[in-house]
């Protein structure tokens, strides 16, 4: 395990997938990450690439040869190697290897940053294309936070607002996780979403193309909460597993298979290409009070 601090945080980070391990804010000795309680779900933060949620039966077609991909990818099972670090910083890389080319047939170099200003954590994605071919990917984030965050307050003493008024529908997930045709009604003119378990009884919470660039979770009883930040992220995930005690807020750069999907990787919805020697670079950030 890795560990990053400055005045404000201490945050882990496993080399096992880049997984954050632990967000705790000093002042307030507040742990902001899910525990990873294995009865309900037992990830903290993967990463996802190259592709984002599940593919239509499992499988991609490129070039003429079906490969088989399962949801979110394989960086979250990878070991990344530790290639910077500082008291206040670390960076993690995951290359194509023989393992990730039987299952996608590109050369890369995927680079995970977490750095921490004053009460913030950034985390920042670099993909190089290190192939002669176009490199198509998708990237996107999973972290689960702790709610109820206080000792005292109820899961439903809780509720998400969006930086934006936001008239949003949620995009359904079929049984096997591919995204429907039509969105159903959700947030209608409104800054805000109660959180309540039953939220996620039918998987995520899908969205494309919000308003919105930063989605905070709040209480009217407790001043402590958090405000992640997104911007440059067209899709987003909002899910937890049923009855756990934690949200994800999840930016992509990429979405699940929707159900009319061709399986081609050109053809997928959300799909970033890269041409030869090119470098990919996206940032969220969190900000905990």
Same mark, same amino acid.
């Given at each position: 395990m890795i560990q990053i601090s400055n005045e404000k945080l201490t945050v882990e980070v496993n080399p096992q997938g880049a997984e954050l391990q632990s967000i705790v804010r000093k002042d307030n000795n507040l742990e902001y990450l899910? #525990?990873?309680?294995? =009865?309900?779900?037992?990830?903290?933060?993967?990463?996802?690439?190259?592709?984002?949620?599940?593919?239509?039966?499992?499988?991609?077609?490129?070039?003429?040869?079906?490969?088989?991909?399962?949801?979110?990818?394989?960086?979250? $099972?990878q070991l990344f190697t530790v290639v910077a670090q500082a008291k206040d910083h670390v960076s993690f890389r995951l290359s194509d290897?023989?393992?990730?080319?039987?299952?996608?047939?590109?050369?890369?170099?995927?680079t995970i940053q977490y750095l921490l200003q004053d009460d913030q954590l950034q985390v920042t994605y670099q993909v190089l294309n290190r192939d002669?071919?176009?490199?198509?990917? #998708?990237?996107?984030?999973?972290?689960?936070?702790?709610?109820?965050l206080v000792a005292g307050t109820a899961y439903e003493d809780y509720y998400l607002y969006f930086n934006k008024t936001e008239n949003a529908g949620k995009w359904p997930l079929s049984p096997e996780g591919q995204v429907l045709q039509v969105p159903q009604p959700l947030?209608?003119?409104?800054?805000?979403?109660?959180?309540?378990?039953?939220?996620?009884? $039918?998987?995520?919470?899908?969205?494309?193309?919000? /308003?919105?660039?930063?989605? #905070?979770?709040?209480s009217n009883r407790t001043p402590h909460g958090l405000t992640l930040a997104y911007e440059g992220f067209p899709y987003m995930g909002i899910w937890? =597993?049923? $009855? =756990?005690?934690?949200?994800?807020? $999840?930016?992509?750069?990429g979405i699940a298979d929707s159900v009319a999907a061709t399986? /081609?990787?050109?053809e997928k919805e959300g799909i970033n290409r890269l041409a030869p020697g090119e470098t990919f670079e996206k940032t969220w950030t969190v900000t905990f009070f």
């Open positions: 899910w #525990s990873g309680d294995p =009865a309900f779900w037992g990830k903290k933060s993967p990463v996802l690439f190259p592709i984002v949620g599940g593919l239509k039966n499992n499988t991609y077609r490129y070039q003429g040869q079906d490969y088989t991909l399962g949801r979110h990818g394989f960086a979250r $099972e290897n023989e393992t990730t080319r039987k299952v996608y047939p590109f050369h890369f170099d995927f002669e071919k176009e490199l198509l990917f #998708s990237v996107g984030a999973h972290p689960a936070f702790k709610v109820p947030l209608e003119h409104t800054q805000e979403l109660p959180l309540k378990k039953s939220l996620f009884y $039918e998987d995520a919470l899908v969205f494309k193309h919000l /308003a919105s660039t930063a989605i #905070s979770i709040r937890a =597993a049923k $009855e =756990a005690d934690f949200v994800c807020i $999840e930016p992509w750069c399986g /081609a990787l050109e």
